[in-house]
Each structure stands twice: as structure tokens, then as C-alpha cells.
Nanobody
Framework: QANLAESGGGSVQVGGSLSLSCVAS????????MGWFRQAPGKEREAVAF????????YLVDSVKGRFVISQDKAKNTVYLQMNSLKPEDTAMYYC?????????????????????WGQGTQVTVSS
């Protein structure tokens, strides 16, 4: 199991930027897929962005493409989510997650199958 700790959330105005960090510890050797999900009040959790740590290959959902960037610092076992041009609909609790890669599909680290390891979350609030 990987232990995940998010940081970097906060409040920002529309059009602003925030950078989230997720530090991984524990079983980082097998958990080569890491990503971000978010959940707004009263809504289901949704996928945001994912990265395959071995190659750096990334996947972002359409709603954040061109605005968010997911990246990693291997030396620090840290994954980042740079969020630009933030909108009110980006307001949510953001969760870092990890799992083993699944070979054979379109993308090793897609939102499905389910991610197994989760952080506690960090709140992002975008106000107009």
C-alpha cells in the first residue's frame, strides 16, 4: 500500500492558479499509477488527471485539458497538479490516488480499474 499526503489546496479567484502536491511513501515500487480525483458537494467523485510514473505518460479528462498539468518529481516521490485558469466548477475536494498499472488497455493508468490507495484530500475553492 502507498501512503499519500496531499497539500496545496486553498481559495482562489476565477482565472487564478493553484498547485497541488502529493507525496507518496510506502509501496511506491508497485504503485506506478498516480492521479487526481475530485468531488464537489453533492456530486460523485470524478477523475481529473493521471500519470504513469515509469514513463511520465499522462492522461487528463477533457474538462481540464489545456488548463491543468500533471507532473512528477521522482526524487521526491511527488506528483503535482498545476491548475491554471480555474473556474468555479473546479471547486471540490481533490484527492490523490495510486494503484498498480493495468496492462492491455488504452492507457495503463486510466481511472478504471479502481484506484486502491487514497490520500485525505485537499480543498480547492474557486470564487467569482
Amino acid at each position: 500500500q502507498a501512503n499519500l499526503a496531499e497539500s496545496g489546496g486553498g481559495s482562489v479567484q476565477v482565472g487564478g492558479s493553484l498547485s497541488l502536491s502529493c507525496v507518496a511513501s510506502g509501496d511506491t515500487y508497485s504503485r506506478r499509477c498516480m492521479g487526481w480525483f475530485r468531488q464537489a458537494p453533492g456530486k460523485e467523485r470524478e477523475a481529473v488527471a493521471f500519470i504513469y510514473l515509469t514513463t511520465g505518460s499522462t492522461y487528463l479528462v477533457d474538462s481540464v485539458k489545456g488548463r491543468f498539468v500533471i507532473s512528477q518529481d521522482k526524487a521526491k516521490n511527488t506528483v503535482y497538479l498545476q491548475m491554471n485558469s480555474l473556474k468555479p466548477e473546479d471547486t471540490a475536494m481533490y484527492y490523490c490516488a495510486a494503484r498498480r498499472p493495468k496492462f492491455g488497455g488504452n492507457y495503463l493508468c486510466s481511472p478504471s480499474p479502481a484506484y486502491t490507495d487514497w490520500g485525505q484530500g485537499t480543498q480547492v475553492t474557486v470564487s467569482s
